[in-house]
């Protein structure tokens, strides 16, 4: 590899403008190089990373990120991989597209399979087509907070008459970190309305007590196993609360420094039965990316110990923390 070391980090088209900002707060050595929708560069001006410790670039808004290694062309990428000293026999490769239709063939081209699941400590080949003629790549290794699909992207199954996109959001969430979901769980969806993640939960066996001062989708609020408080989260007290919840699910457009200090106040409720707690994040305003840290934390002082923050395909402005035990 050339001295000098970049860094690709791909995003949800229209959110590079939050993936820049975080960069230039937490890891200000990387300089931004190239920048188009869904796809940014950056000069790594610090001590350069090497396929291990790649995985410790942990961005809230990359849905992929790795070390670059150069562009090529659908003839050319096999030897250019080659050239490069990464080991495609031996690593896993992904090869999609952003912003672009590629006809570009990889299983093809290399001969083998691509786009498996990645588990943890595997290294990954990233070939990512740009434009019909133009593949860029680079490579990561798997770690925690380091999703196992092509640039995140994953086919989950939605209810046709889901009353929001509620469902396509929290289904996402649980197939790339891989939440198991054990029928008759008990959870608390925090700003439930209209329902489409109640639903999600409904649909998978799962209990669900709502809490959301708006009216639900009638589907949703006559379900034999949902429960609707109409309440706000604020007017609300343990004693007002089913025992024995074991998961919390919190969407609520309200400012997150005061949703997160309810919510984890009531979750004191569940000390001993709670699994995970999974909060979206609203970036109605920059100075929320400064507190990204400061969020995380007031999650590991309440007692969880794998905290990840992360936008999903499905997220725009705003992104979620995933903190379990
Ligand atoms: C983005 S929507 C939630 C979408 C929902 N999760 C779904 O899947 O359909 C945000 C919700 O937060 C609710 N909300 C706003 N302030 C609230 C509060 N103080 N307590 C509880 N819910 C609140 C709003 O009524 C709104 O329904």
Redesign the pocket.
């Known amino acids: 590899m050339s001295q000098q070391q970049y860094i690709f980090v791909c995003t949800n088209p229209g959110n590079e403008i939050l993936l820049k900002e975080e960069i230039k707060i937490f890891y200000p050595e990387l300089v931004l190089s190239f920048s188009k929708k869904g796809f940014v560069t950056f000069k790594n001006t610090g001590v350069a990373y090497d396929l291990k410790t790649i995985s410790q670039l942990q961005l809230t808004f990359a849905t992929r990120s790795g070390i670059f290694y150069g562009k090529s062309t659908p003839e050319n990428i096999v030897n250019d991989v080659k050239a490069s000293g990464l080991d495609s026999e031996n690593f896993m490769i992904h090869s999609f597209s952003i912003g672009c239709e590629s006809e570009f063939d990889a299983q093809e081209a290399f001969g083998r399979e691509v786009n498996g699941y990645s588990a943890e400590g595997k290294t990954v080949i990233d070939l990512i087509a740009l434009g019909p003629n133009e593949i860029w790549f680079g490579a990561h290794s798997v770690a925690n907070g380091c999703t196992r699909y092509p640039n995140s992207v994953v086919e989950v199954n939605v209810a046709e008459n889901a009353?929001?996109?509620?469902?396509l959001?929290?289904a996402q969430i649980i197939k790339l970190y891989a939440i198991k979901l054990y029928k008759g769980d008990l959870w608390l969806?925090?700003?439930?309305?209209?329902?489409?993640?109640?639903q999600l939960l409904l649909d998978e066996g799962c209990k669900v007590v709502g809490?959301?001062?708006?009216k639900l989708d009638p589907e949703v609020a006559n379900h034999k196993n949902f429960t609707h408080m109409k309440?706000?989260?604020?007017d609300l007290s343990h004693e007002d609360l089913p025992e024995e919840v074991r998961w919390i699910?919190a969407?609520?457009?309200?400012n997150p420094k005061q949703?997160i200090k309810?919510v984890l106040r009531l979750a004191k409720k569940y000390n001993r039965t709670l699994k995970g707690i999974i909060f979206?994040v609203p970036v109605v305003k920059m100075e929320y990316i400064e507190n990204l840290e400061s969020f995380e934390d007031q999650f590991y002082d309440w007692g969880f110990h794998n905290i990840i923050s992360r936008q999903v395909p499905s997220h725009k402005k705003e992104y979620v923390i995933i903190a379990t035990r």
């Open positions: 009353p929001s996109k509620g469902y959001k929290l969806d925090f700003g439930c309305a209209p329902g489409g993640a109640s809490i959301d001062p708006a309440r706000s989260v604020q699910h969407d609520i457009n309200i949703s309810e979206t």
